[in-house]
């Protein structure tokens, strides 16, 4: 393992000193990515940092405890030998996750479209409940939120609702929340009292860069239409909104969001270009899954993923078998312990799968 972080370590020395080059930071796209590189790197390094020091410690204690002329040094030497001692595997298995090769799309921003399913005006009123719980949690994260493009349900929520998100890492988290979920409760517009089962989809994209795929603008018919629903005077009455139809998939984007059509179209444009990536990136995904056997990010959107019950207050992600009874906090976008095990059991699969080299 040392031998290993070694090698890191080099690198993170010539990370810390290309960083400072001039050259480097006046070009603001590198200087970001070997900036991000560094704080990865300087986790193992202060991991590796406190192994060096541990195992120091044991072979110390070691030392001391084979010299028996000294009672009260001993005794010392035997706390220092069992705390080193069992510090040690705690370490390297933190190291070992440490080391798990990270997934370069986990950094990027993130564009969210959910959409209502089978349950008609209640399945709306869930996505819309859906949208609330991610609005909450993006905020609680320090992301910002911001509406592409909506169809509002007719008793409320959406039909359809698109989001960009953006801060640190956003990829990387919301990537597990993929998939169908389904939520059981009597509906607002039920009025015998009966339990019924909705669901909505949630597709979540990695945000795609010009340079990550290239749009040939002949094979994209562009529309502009009035848009609809919130925004003042200028609603129904200037061509502000714009559909984009990628003719060689039939993918459509668009957007209303903004009263500017110029910045309609260049968000239409970034989800168009999202979408593309995201079904290369599927492939990708489908045949990582498909050779670890992974449950927890397969990429396969019609997979049932979670169930929110209300009459026993009880969430439960089918992926990972995790039961939790606290509805209220998780509804209200208390998320991230649901997020932090799926991680958890991502990172075991990825894990395993490269044991053979550790």
């Known amino acids: 393992m040392l031998e290993k972080l070694q090698i890191i370590k080099q690198r993170f020395d010539e990370v810390s000193d290309l960083i400072i080059q001039p050259d ?15 704080k990865d790197l300087k986790l193992l390094i202060d991991k ?54 990270k997934d370069p799309e986990d950094t990027k921003n993130a564009v969210v479209e959910l959409r209502a399913g089978t349950g008609g005006d209640e399945a709306s009123i869930f996505a819309g409940d859906l949208f609330k719980m991610y609005s909450k949690y993006c905020e609680s994260k320090g992301w910002k939120v911001d509406t592409v493009d909506f169809s509002e349900g ?16 956003v990829y990387g988290t919301l990537k597990f929340e993929a998939g169908v979920h389904r939520v059981q409760r009597v509906p607002q517009t039920e009025t015998q009292g009966r339990v019924h089962t909705s669901a909505a989809t949630v597709m979540v994209f990695p945000e795609a860069e010009e340079f990550d795929i290239e749009i040939n603008p002949k094979d994209v018919r562009i529309d502009f239409f009035c848009s609809s629903g919130p925004g003042g005077q200028s609603v129904n009455t200037t061509y502000s909104a714009v559909r984009l139809t990628h003719i060689p998939t039939g993918l459509v984007a668009q957007c209303q969001d903004q009263k500017s059509q110029h910045k309609n179209k260049e968000k239409a444009f970034k989800v168009l270009r999202s979408r593309l990536y995201d079904i290369e ?13 992974s449950m927890v990010s397969s990429g396969d959107r019609s997979a049932k993923i979670r169930t929110y019950n209300y009459s026993q207050g009880r969430v439960t992600d089918h992926r990972i078998g995790l039961t939790l009874y606290d509805l209220g906090n ?12 799926l991680q958890l059991a991502e990172n075991t699969e990825k894990l395993k799968a490269n044991s053979e080299v550790m």
């Open 281 to 293: 990136l599927a492939k990708k995904n489908e045949a990582d899954a498909a050779k670890r056997g």
């Open 154 to 169: 007719t008793n409320g929520g959406f039909k359809e609702i698109q989001f960009e998100v953006t801060g640190e890492d």
């Open 330 to 341: 998780i509804v209200n976008g208390d998320i991230q312990r649901i997020i932090d095990e």
């Open 48 to 101: 590796r940092a406190e192994y060096i020091q541990v195992t120091d410690n044991l072979a110390e204690a070691e030392a001391m405890l084979s010299d028996k002329s000294d009672p009260e040094m001993a005794e010392m030497a035997k706390i220092q030998y069992e705390e080193a001692k069992a510090r040690i595997p705690k370490l390297e298995d933190e190291i070992k996750f440490l080391l798990i090769p």
């Open 24 to 38: 480097i930071m006046t070009d603001q796209k590198r200087y970001i990515s070997l900036n991000k590189e560094y």
